[in-house]
């Protein structure tokens, strides 16, 4: 995931600053994601369950992170459009309802793990992250997308 949140950042970063703030959201919860899982570059060679309060950390990283997304920045880039005289294509709201709809199974991650204690035995964390970790990747992918198509409808507002 990082590794394609490098070509993102090197193919779209720069472009508008509603895009490199979409990114610096991603970029610094795909950091906390890979030290939560232990994956590369932050392995986690003593093999220890993350505490409660990484994980409350972390869950509520995720919901700043959706929250960002489907409020100030969609926002930003309607203030935008608007200025511009550009509405949105049928493309670009497909691609905003197929974000959309990964949202509620992330949220399901946020709820389980955000009050968890520390004596729960976490028995399904594993599991747990690897999918909340499918389902960050299957959003970034989409948001892409929609940033690709964002970047173009601004770099070529109507009547230019």
Partial sequence: MLSKFEQVQQQWGGTSDVIDHWLVSRQQLLIDY????????????????????????FCQQV?????????????????????????????????????????????????RYSDIAEENTLTDLDKDL???????????????SLIELISESLACPPGA
């Fill in 34 to 57: 890979c030290k939560l899982a232990g994956l590369p570059p932050f392995e986690n060679n003593t093999r220890q369950l993350p505490t409660s309060s990484q994980l409350q950390l």
């Fill in 63 to 111: 919901v700043d992170y959706i929250s960002a997304g489907h409020f100030k920045i969609y926002d930003m880039v309607m203030e935008k459009w608007n200025t511009a005289g550009y509405s949105p294509t049928e493309d670009i709201s497909l691609l905003y309802a197929s974000i959309t709809q990964t949202t509620d199974p992330i949220l399901n991650f946020t709820d």
């Fill in 130 to 144: 690897s999918s909340i970790g499918e389902l960050l990747e299957l959003r970034f992918g989409l948001e892409d």
